[in-house]
């Protein structure tokens, strides 16, 4: 601990980053876990991992010149990434938004190139790791989060500590199964909460309720892209009411409520973070229905109302956190 | 440790009890986790919960006698509880098979009248504990325990200890949601995995079965009573290839399969145990279907034969050794 806190002392800054499927996020984070500044960079991941390895360089050493930051007082990078990793050895094993990348040796080729130790985690073990150590989760023992944005990704943080799991595999919320024989999933599996309620589903829904005939905003409000039905149309049209928005979201809030309510008995834990792209979008009013099913689903009566289910504090920024975080923790 | 190590030797002996809706069992074992000797007794729950004590007390003696243990060789007592309990005060909260079980001092009430100290835990959660301490998951890090009988239950092992949970409600396995919208469950929400794959749900779809006048030996074998369709007459049924026993037996075993797969995507353990009233009289020919369907539900492809999914070693004495399991991780 001693050593660690010397070595902080003369190197006090930390970098995280968030590679996804789009952008490139690279955030300098000082000792009290306050980002200084950051930058941004398209991933365009057409380009193959050589050419992104190389961005995602190049997004780090701008983040630090934008924060007036030598490099020399940068101690590590972390990086949460889309997909499985194998932590130790610093491989991208793979990731369904970066086509091409197959077992990528991600982290020894970001240190060489950038002279400071890299670590790699999954993105949303990252986010949750950030809610835990410095967003909605401070003080909490046991914790879990579930982030709904295209997919459902989820986290655990058990006795303070993240859940790596015997193979690396903890916390896939998103393939927990909510609805024997529902709908396919990206994984080719039914019934899995992703395909019941990520951002896709979702979409896949108003795209149906359309296709029948149902009134809507949504061909005012969105284009006619296949990822034109962002959270923020989502947010727009809940705001004004629209019926089959409504609907779809709701839901979609009636199965996360169910599969948080599983969660909660099967872990028991202190609290559940909601958090990614939809939640940042609408907020705890997202979350409050998700609350009302989950503890209705309780199957302990007694402190129901202890375990609290919130939306994520650090937003957007919560993997880049967690990241920064995990430095900390490792070096 | 040595100070323990020292206590075992003058009083080498704990009993291990399960309380149960229908029988008493006691069973002296030793520093070896051997059963020495056990005593069975009638619940009779309906003469309530103070004449239950008094015949666990003389099931506790009886099994010593048995043993040819002197009671001063006894060093304390472990209690399998069906239902919620306080393990620190000694409370029974309240138990679905002990009618009048409200809030009962079982602890203190029967650490007075032996004279020794007494620990009270959930059956399943003890049933886990001695499966792992004692039995198939012996070595195991991380391991989940599913009981299936009258309900279906579950235990928790996470870094080798059993998890209680922050409001001591972990592990409910029983209660996580496997199809949203399914049959109403003796909880009173849906789909829930024990209104799926209990005993008393597979009773429920056979009886809908023979009503709609489906053949099968079940009329046969099994008694007309509430209760006769017992555990043992499955086993007969299935042996002798009864169609509508095995399509219903069948359905339950994927929805358990559904389930491990998805307590699988989120703990990601080492092993995971069926036990209970079903898995004994079945064997392991009733786990293998499940395998089957968890291990094609896992997410992380990496190691998917490595996580072991097997039977339970100790059958019906799962809860007494893991109350003695107990007993020795308490003195």
Redesign the interface.
């Known amino acids: 601990m001693k050593r660690g806190q010397k070595k902080t002392d003369r190197a006090p800054y930390v970098i995280g980053m968030d590679l996804g499927g789009t952008k490139i996020l690279a955030a300098v984070v000082d000792g009290d876990g306050r980002i200084k500044a950051e930058a941004k960079l398209k991933t365009r991941a057409g380009e193959g991992p050589g050419a992104v390895v190389q961005r995602m360089e190049e997004a780090a050493r701008q983040a630090a010149q934008q924060a007036r930051v030598k490099w020399s007082a940068v101690k590590g990078v972390g990086i949460g990434v889309p997909g ?1 990793v194998d932590p130790e050895a610093g491989i991208v ?1 793979h990731t369904p938004n970066l086509q091409g990348w197959e077992d990528v040796p991600l982290g020894p080729q970001l240190s060489k190139a950038l002279g400071v130790p890299v670590y790699l985690e999954n993105d949303v073990n990252l986010g949750t790791l950030g809610e835990h150590a410095l967003g909605a989760g401070r003080g909490t ?2 914790m879990v989060g579930i982030f709904v944005g295209t997919g459902v990704g ?1 986290g ?1 943080i ?2 303070g500590q993240l ?20 709908p396919v999933c990206g ?1 080719g ?1 039914r ?1 899995c909460l992703e395909a ?1 309620a990520s951002r896709t589903a979702m979409e896949r829904d108003i795209r149906i309720g359309l296709a029948a005939g149902r009134e809507s905003l949504i061909p005012k409000l969105a284009g006619k892209g296949p990822n034109s039905l962002t959270s923020g149309v989502l947010a727009k049209a809940l705001r004004r009411k629209d019926p089959l928005v409504t609907e779809v979201v709701g839901r979609a809030q ?2 996360l409520g ?2 948080t ?3 909660v ?6 609290m559940v973070v909601f958090g990614g792209g939809v939640v940042e979008a609408l907020g705890d009013s997202f979350v409050a229905p998700i609350r009302v099913t989950a503890r ?5 009566r ?2 129901v109302e ?2 609290r289910i919130v939306a994520s504090q650090l937003g957007d920024h919560a993997a880049v956190l967690g990241a920064a975080v995990l430095v900390r923790q490792q070096t």
């Open positions: 499985p094993h023992r046991d989820g655990l058990l006795d859940r790596q799991g015997f193979r690396q595999a903890a916390a896939e919320v998103g393939h927990m199964i909510v609805m024997a024989g529902g994984c599996q019934g019941l009636w199965y169910l599969m309510g599983s969660i008995n099967m872990i028991d834990p202190e209705q689903h309780f199957i302990q007694t402190g202890s375990v």
